[in-house]
Structure formats: structure tokens, C-alpha cells
């Protein structure tokens, strides 16, 4: 531990390249976020991310170069919501710089359990299908209302260290939100008629956007562990029962359990990431492929 703080002061004595004199710097732990900061923050904000596009926050340990970022940086933005690197790093990386304020993202977020489907057994109730896993899902940014609150939260911890530039940070926050508004108008409308509500994912990220559009997503995966070979026939079961033809993963994960389902319905894999960096694109991609297989 004496050895990595030393690293991080010597880190801090050097200047970051980019990093401009009127602007704040601002972290975020992962690229949607930055979206938030962003557009609210404008030409006014200089960013780093913690944990880059196509990285998992499930294993993901910061760099030299993150780390030198933080020394000069005013403001953290955390999701808050208990994704795996702030649980892990986030003391740590707070430790580099202990004037930088902190923003928690998911302030006034509404958390929802993940969810585990067992395997039925002939002996069980019915009730006992299903059990919860430990801990809330931290996929938080994955529901476009949690999203608005997010920037809502963002840009109060960008007013709070940058008083002088609020207005601007309301036109930034106002603006950012209605797109978000607009976007979810559009998802709702283009989910309407959908018969089926629900969709097979590999990794359990979607569960904010499934209960925000009265959705059910059928995850593979469960608290890190790839289904068995009970698990996967049953799943096989359901994706027939349900029409399902399309099996959602992430590339960030080994996704070789949804190409033996896709093949076994004669469905496909289509590759969709939580993390992408164009958070209102990306919305709107993977609103689209899931209206898609649901028709």
C-alpha cells in the first residue's frame, strides 16, 4: 500500500496533458456517466473515466494515468448505486486526492433486487422458483427516469463546487433532459404493441430498463457463475415457450453459453453494451433490437 501511495504522489507532480486552466475536472467512474457530465458541464468540464468503454467495472483496476487525472481533478461522480469497482476502489482512489468532492450519482434512485430463477423441482411450490440474490442491482443508468435524476444530481454537485457557472449548468442539465424525455416518449410508444414482454440476456444489466417499459429479462448469468447444464436446458425451454429468438450479451463477457442457446432455438446473439460511451444512442439501439425480437 506505502508503495502505490508513493507512485501517486510522484503521479501528482506531473501535470495532466489536455487539462485546460479555466476548466474543472471532473471523474466519472464509467462512460455513461460522462455522458451526464458532459452535457450538462459543457466546454466547462475536463473528464476522465474511470473505467473506459469496453472494460468491466467488475474487474477493472484504475492506471497510472487515471490516477495522475484525480490530482487535479474538483469533482468525483459516482454511480452510487455498488458497482464492483467503487466497492473496490473507490476509498482508494479518494485517497489520492482528499479535497476532491464527491458526487453520488444515484441519490433519490429507487434500487431494485436482483433476481436468481432456480430450477424447479417436482417437490417445490411453485412460489419457490425463484429467490433473490444478495445486494441491489447497480445497474441504475440503464432506466432513462434514473438517468434524468442522475443528471439532476450531477449537475447540483457541479454547482455546488462551481457556483458562478450555475446558470450554465441548468441550461446544460434542462436541455440533456429533455432528450431523455423525448427518448423514453419514443420507447414507450414503440414497445406498445409488443405481445411478448420478455427478453434473454446473458449478464442481468437490463433490469431498470425492463421494469421502466413493463419488460421481464430472462439473465443467463447469475452473481458471476455461468448457468449449469440444468440451467441451460431450461432456459431453452422458456426461450421456446416464449418465442424468444434473440439472446442479448455484452462484450465484456465470455458469451459462449448464449451462443449455444441462440444455435439451439435458431436464434441469434446480438452484442449490446450497458457501458457504451453514446448513452442516448445506445438507449435507443438497444430499445429497438429488444422491440424487435419481441414482435
Not at 469497482?85 to 476509498?91: K, N, Q
Not at 444515484?106 to 417445490?124: D, Y
Request: aromatic share 6%; charged share 20%.
Amino acid at each position: 500500500m506505502k508503495k502505490w501511495v508513493g507512485m501517486v504522489v510522484i503521479l501528482l507532480a506531473l501535470a495532466v496533458p489536455g487539462f485546460a486552466a479555466q476548466q474543472i475536472g471532473v471523474v466519472a467512474t464509467i462512460a455513461p456517466l460522462a455522458e451526464f457530465v458532459k452535457e450538462v458541464g459543457g466546454e466547462r468540464v475536463f473528464l476522465t473515466i474511470m473505467v473506459p468503454p469496453g472494460a468491466s467495472p467488475h474487474t477493472y483496476e484504475p492506471t497510472p494515468g487515471q490516477l495522475k487525472a484525480l490530482g487535479r481533478a474538483k469533482l468525483y461522480v459516482k454511480v452510487g448505486s455498488g458497482i464492483e469497482f467503487e466497492r473496490v476502489w473507490l476509498d482508494k482512489v479518494l485517497a489520492v486526492n482528499r479535497t476532491l468532492s464527491v458526487c453520488d450519482a444515484s441519490r433519490g434512485v429507487e434500487l431494485i433486487a436482483q433476481t436468481k430463477h432456480h430450477h424447479h423441482h417436482p417437490n417445490q411450490q411453485p412460489q419457490q422458483k425463484s429467490s433473490m440474490v444478495p445486494g441491489e442491482d447497480p445497474h441504475i443508468w440503464t432506466s432513462l427516469a434514473n438517468a434524468m435524476t442522475m443528471t439532476e444530481n450531477i449537475r447540483d454537485g457541479l454547482i455546488a463546487i462551481d457556483p458562478e457557472n450555475e446558470a450554465h449548468y441548468r441550461a446544460g442539465a434542462e436541455a440533456y433532459i429533455q432528450k431523455l424525455r423525448d427518448l423514453k416518449s419514443r420507447i414507450t410508444k414503440d414497445l406498445e404493441t409488443a405481445q411478448s414482454r420478455k427478453f434473454m440476456v446473458f449478464h442481468a444489466a437490463w433490469g431498470y430498463f425492463a421494469r421502466e417499459f413493463s419488460l421481464e429479462q430472462i439473465a443467463l448469468e447469475v452473481g458471476g457463475k455461468e448457468p449449469s447444464a440444468r440451467d441451460m436446458a431450461r432456459l431453452i425451454r422458456t426461450a421456446r415457450e416464449h418465442q424468444i429468438s434473440i439472446v442479448f450479451a455484452e462484450p465484456q463477457f465470455n458469451a459462449k453459453s448464449a451462443q449455444i442457446i441462440a444455435k439451439a432455438i435458431g436464434g441469434r446473439v446480438v452484442l449490446l453494451d450497458p457501458l457504451a460511451e453514446n448513452y442516448l444512442d445506445n438507449m435507443e439501439t438497444m430499445a429497438a433490437a429488444v422491440a424487435g425480437s419481441l414482435k
